[in-house]
């Protein structure tokens, strides 16, 4: 599985962005999907998750109520839509795939994509 994240960028403490995650060759709903981040110095970090079954999501809490993982099939892509975003969310993001059930644990993924920066500036 290939998978590609984009959607990084500069954006201002409180703005928005989305992230999207495709894949070449391959069809994304056959996969459980996430999202990790990994900031400088720090360890990856599970963002989301989201099943590729009955369509359930999963946050770290410090995303929570801020972040909205969702699949489109049609276009072979998941998103994350990044609300509110606050200077802690700076970050390297990345999506994953495997099969089985969704989880925050990068152990968890066999397939990765390349990353995306994201940068909140205040």
């Known amino acids: 599985v290939q998978l590609q994240a984009s959607g990084g960028g500069l954006v201002q403490l409180g703005g928005s962005l989305r992230l999207s995650c495709t894949a070449s060759r391959s069809t994304l709903d056959d996969y459980v999907i996430g999202w990790f981040r990994q900031a400088p110095g720090k360890e990856r970090e599970g963002v989301s998750s989201i099943s590729n079954t009955d369509g359930s999501t999963y946050y770290a809490e410090s995303v929570k109520g801020r972040f909205t993982v969702s699949r489109d099939n049609a276009k072979n892509t998941v998103y994350l839509q990044m609300n509110s975003l606050k200077s802690e969310d700076s970050a390297v993001y990345y999506c994953?795939?495997?099969?089985?059930?969704?989880?925050?644990?990068?152990?968890?993924?066999?397939?990765w994509g390349q990353g995306t920066q994201v940068t909140v500036s205040s």
């Open positions: 994953a795939a495997d099969y089985g059930a969704p989880s925050l644990q990068s152990w968890a993924y066999s397939w």
